[in-house]
């Protein structure tokens, strides 16, 4: 016995163990932006304020309802946004259900359908919330290139027979996270047939239609012959405001699936969190000119960006049509470096393509999340810091 009178644990015990992570924990640990959380830090410690545009959330808050918010229960409340929206009928009871976050909705889809070993096929680049859920299922991601070649829209037929043969789970968004490029009528009719020929659920991320400023409600699976037979779609509520870190969303499409999805989250947390509730109403009370007035202001700040990324001669890839811009890196500098060289010499933050994938270590990716403002400031800082050999170094910035 201590001295103290604590007890003393026994020397023998003393001696730490070896304890290993599992190869999951090693297959999702790595990030790109730890490095860069370092660089950033020590650019704080010179006395340098960092503008960070790797914010995904919105700055903006929501208007103060013109009602509080009803008391209706949330599905019922959900399948009218999305009637009103897209124009669909669902029911409430089975076709639609509440997601805290969507990243939630992707965990539980691969937990529910994959086994250890199968394939699950994402876009590369993509975002790396679909390949954490297949690796939590115990699955083998397997990325479907994404290149200009192709117009930006997923190869599938690239994919060997194998691994068709072996694929229990596609993942696609539309518009494309991260370039925001959107899919023609072919382009819909041909996954719906890959997912019928070969029995594969599609997970459909429309969480960038739902963000989109410009022109009308981007198209899903779902409006297409056949879609609610091999797919469900994504959806985040109101995401032009920021709900304190909260991003409320859901799921809606197939039957089997969702019900799938609902009996195992039963097993983890209620259909709906008591506390996520008030944010779900208060998310659906955001009407169309509520979203408008958000949609303008970042209008403008694309428009801004635009400008300032036209002058300095780099190149927007994609459709910059929501509240993020996918650059091509100058001089086809690798994303990590030309990510690394705007902290340390401008204090800018970004995101690094690779953060998408192997096919995006050419590009950055900025979100809009600051005000126009900051927006020229950090432009301004790019031109008086970066030398002029890392500037027009592109093709030119498309047109927004």
């Known amino acids: 016995m201590h001295p103290t009178g604590k007890r003393e644990i026994p020397r023998p015990l003393r001696r730490g163990i070896v304890i290993e992570e599992s190869e999951r924990f090693h297959r999702l640990a790595t990030d790109p932006a730890d490095e860069l959380a370092r660089i950033r830090s020590r650019v704080e410690r010179r006395g340098v304020g960092v503008l960070d545009f790797t914010r995904v959330v919105s700055d903006l808050p929501p208007p103060p309802p013109a009602s509080p918010p009803g008391d209706g229960e949330v599905r019922r409340l959900l399948a009218e946004h999305f009637e009103k929206r897209r124009g669909i009928a669902v029911d409430p009871l089975s076709e639609i259900i509440p997601l805290t ?9 691969a937990l529910a359908f994959v086994d250890a070993g199968d394939v699950v096929l994402i876009p590369d680049p993509g975002e790396r919330s679909y390949r954490a859920a297949a690796v939590l299922a115990g699955a083998w991601p397997i990325a479907v290139p994404i290149t200009r070649r192709e117009g930006y829209l997923p190869d599938l037929d690239r994919i060997e027979p194998e691994a068709w043969r072996r694929t229990r789970l596609l993942f696609l968004s539309d518009p494309n996270i991260p370039t925001g490029v959107s899919g023609d009528e072919s382009f819909y009719e041909r996954v719906i047939r890959y997912g019928h020929e070969r029995n594969v659920p599609i997970a459909f991320d ?21 879609g609610v037979h091999v797919g469900v779609e994504f959806h985040e509520l109101a995401p032009l405001h920021d709900f304190r870190g909260w991003r409320p969303g859901y799921a809606v499409g197939n039957r089997q699936i969702l019900s799938a999805m609902e009996m195992l989250r039963r097993q983890v947390t209620p259909p709906v969190e008591p506390s996520a509730e008030p944010v779900f109403l208060r998310a659906l009370a955001v009407d169309e000119q509520a979203h ?100 027009g170094g592109g093709r030119g910035a498309e047109k927004g």
């Open 101 to 109: 976050h969507v990243e939630e909705g992707f965990r539980l889809l």
């Open 206 to 226: 429309a969480t960038e239609a739902s963000a989109a400023v410009t022109g009308s409600v981007p198209r899903g699976i779902l409006d297409f012959p056949g």
């Open 292 to 391: 408008a007035a958000a949609a303008g202001v970042y209008a403008q700040r694309r428009k801004t960006a635009l400008t300032g990324i036209r002058d300095l001669g780099w190149e927007v890839e994609g459709n910059p049509c929501g509240k993020s811009l996918w650059i091509r890196s100058p001089r086809r500098l690798h994303s990590m470096r030309f990510a690394a060289m705007l902290l340390r010499r401008a204090g800018i933050a970004v995101v690094p393509g690779l953060t998408f994938g192997d096919f995006g270590q050419d590009f950055i990716r900025i979100h809009l999340t600051r005000d126009e403002g900051e927006i020229r400031d950090a432009l301004d800082r790019i031109a008086t810091a970066l030398p002029r050999r890392w500037q």
